[in-house]
Structures are given as C-alpha cells and as structure tokens.
C-alpha cells in the first residue's frame, strides 16, 4: 500500500505538492488562530515550558568552571560552544546514539559517551547534570534517576525537563503505532522531522512519579516548575480550543498532574548533611 501511495507521488509530483502545500498553508493559518485565542488565556497556560528551561532555569545554574553532563542533548547540545567557552566548562555529552554525538557542532563537547542513561555508572564527579526532553525516551525511568544520582558530586544539580505522561499527546503517542504516529506527526509539522518522532515510554513521568523516584535516590527537589501549554493541536483550532477546555478542567481536578510538561531540580545532599 505505501509503494503504491509512492509511485502516484512520483507520477504526479504537481499534484501532491500542490496538496501538499494547500495543507501547510491551512495549518499555518489555523495555528495563527490558535495563538490569538491562547491570548486570551490566563499567562501560566500561555508559558512555553523547554523554552523556560533554556532560557531561564538552565543558565540559572550555570556556574564558571563547572563539570557539566549533557543526557540526551545529542546533536543538540543545550550549551552552545561559544557559552562554554566563556564560562570556562567542561561538557560531557551523553548519549545512546554515536552518529548523533558525532554530528553536534564542533566545540560542543570535551568528551562523549555512549550509552543508555539507564545503564551508566555514574563517576560522581558533575556539578551540574542537564537533561532536556529524553527521560520519557527511557524504559525505565528508576535506573536513568539512579544513574543520574551518581553522576551527581555531593552538592551537585541535576536539571530536567520531562514531558508529561498526563498530557492528551503523550497518551496519544502511547495508544497509535509508531509507525502511523509519525506519519501523523510529519504530515502536520514537517519542520519536526529533524529533532521528533523516537519511541517514548513515558515510563513514571508525572510531578508526582519524577519526585518520587528523586527522594527514593536520595535526591532534594529543590525546584519544580509546571507547564500547561503545547503546541501539538495548533494545527486546527476547534481541536486546540477543545484541548485547552480539557486542560483546564484537568487542572481543576488534579492539580499538577496536569501539567503538559514540568522542570525539575535536584540536588544532591552534601556528606554528612543526609
């Protein structure tokens, strides 16, 4: 079926193009919509969540000379060089794929390991560990915090920003097959084929499961931030509208297991200070 869908593609490439285009054009549109509505919305549901941790909580602990394990940034690194180099960093880039180690832009790391987060033995000799958008990448989640807890020095923070299982795309993403989901996914936004589309487990991923697993590991929170915005459903706006009425009502009930996404801080106790 899909060689056939292709070799119509390839017979008639003006014709599914121009489709092609045509529907860009109405999600670009429909997305516009949606972000006028969003304005009418309270500012805490209007607050993207990875750019927050980017721009605010990540340099917020960054500190000059620091030790700094990068989980799962791959060929995206959180740290661009120039920064590390101004604050005097050394980075390590972790991550389960080589190639994407390989292809992060030249400077970005000091050294490189490859691995699954789960599966390390941590040398607990990082001042500050940043993991962005990987943890619900993970099959078990309890290793990749227990792996994270000894990489940390006495001390040291670990940062994370985790999509959360509760959110309507994560149980989505759960319910379809990988295969049809990404085809869903890059029809709609193209622009994702580069940094989406891997398997996720969301395995614990809640406020509730992530701090858990932290105190289990004997880890503070020192921090958590929650989300309730995301841009899946931009893409037509009675379906967004109507997502939002379920966020909200969501809300209402759970509180912050709602939350879309979420950022959290962990510390490592000091010896002698447990």
Known sequence: MLLQADSIALQLPRKSSGWRAAFQRFVRTQATWSRRFDRLL???YRVDGNRDFLDQVVPRYLKP????????GGKNPVIDPAAKSHLGLSVTGLDIDEAELRSAPRGSYDRTICADISSVEGEADADLVICQALLEHVANTGRA????????????RAVLFVPSRNAVYARLNL???????????????PEMTRDHGFPAFYDGCTPAGFSAMAQ????ECENRSLYFQSDYFRFCLPL???????VAAFRAWAGPEAAETFTLVLRKPQRGAE
Do not use: C, T
């Not at 915090?145 to 040291?156: F, T």
């Not at 289990?216 to 880890?219: A, E, F, K």
């Open 145 to 156: 915090i227990q792996s994270i807890a000894h990489m940390l020095k006495p001390g040291g």
């Open 175 to 189: 319910m379809l097959p990988e295969r049809l989901k990404r085809r869903i996914l890059f029809a709609i936004y």
């Open 42 to 44: 309270p500012e805490d």
């Open 216 to 219: 289990s590991n004997g880890l």
């Open 65 to 72: 000379g620091f030790h700094v394990y990068d989980v799962g």
């Open 240 to 246: 967004h509208v109507l997502w939002r009425v379920w």
